[in-house]
């Protein structure tokens, strides 16, 4: 009997999925199933990367007033992103979904990918899908 091999999933990849349970109203267990990771893992990746955000966070508690201004920055930075990848990519919306596959690849240092999957009316999983490299 044939042992499946391990995946080694890049901090990238582990970054995103984290993103991508925190921002949306899915559980963990269909976000996992939508990246196609194994149960429980999700759980794992955000338990590591809040000890290690923890160790870096200020003591004390921000006012009401300055936590809604950090709340809105993001919002805008978000609707910032959305609005860039919509003006590079809006040629892309059109075609085929392996084309838009290809504009995430080539921008997914410039954009989180979850945010372009959902501009580009894209899967995450079907991008990682498309991205993986043939036999794994």
């Known amino acids: 009997?044939?042992?499946?091999?391990?995946?080694?999933?890049?901090?990238?990849?582990?970054?995103?999925?984290?993103?991508?349970y925190e921002s949306t109203n899915k559980s963990m267990s269909e976000v996992e199933r939508e990246l196609g990771i194994t149960p429980y893992l999700l759980s794992k990746w955000c338990n590591s990367f809040a000890r290690k955000r923890s160790r870096h966070f200020r003591h004390g508690?921000?006012?009401e007033?300055?936590?809604e201004l950090r709340r809105l920055r993001q919002e805008v930075?978000?609707?910032?992103?959305?609005?860039e990848?919509?003006?590079?990519?809006?040629?892309?919306?059109?075609?085929?979904?392996?084309?838009?596959f290809a504009f995430i690849h080539?921008?997914?240092?410039?954009?989180?990918?979850?945010?372009?999957?959902s501009v580009m009316e894209v899967s995450t999983s079907g991008?990682?899908?498309w991205a993986r490299p043939a036999g794994e």
Do not use: W
């Not at 930075?77 to 609005?83: A, F, H, I």
């Open 1 to 20: 009997m044939s042992e499946k091999p391990k995946r080694n999933y890049t901090r990238e990849f582990k970054l995103e999925a984290i993103r991508l």
């Open 85 to 100: 990848i919509l003006k590079k990519g809006s040629g892309h919306l059109l075609t085929t979904k392996a084309l838009r």
């Open 127 to 129: 991008y990682y899908a």
């Open 65 to 67: 007033r300055d936590e």
């Open 77 to 83: 930075e978000v609707l910032k992103q959305e609005r």
């Open 106 to 117: 080539a921008h997914r240092d410039q954009f989180p990918i979850q945010r372009m999957c």
């Open 61 to 63: 508690k921000l006012s």
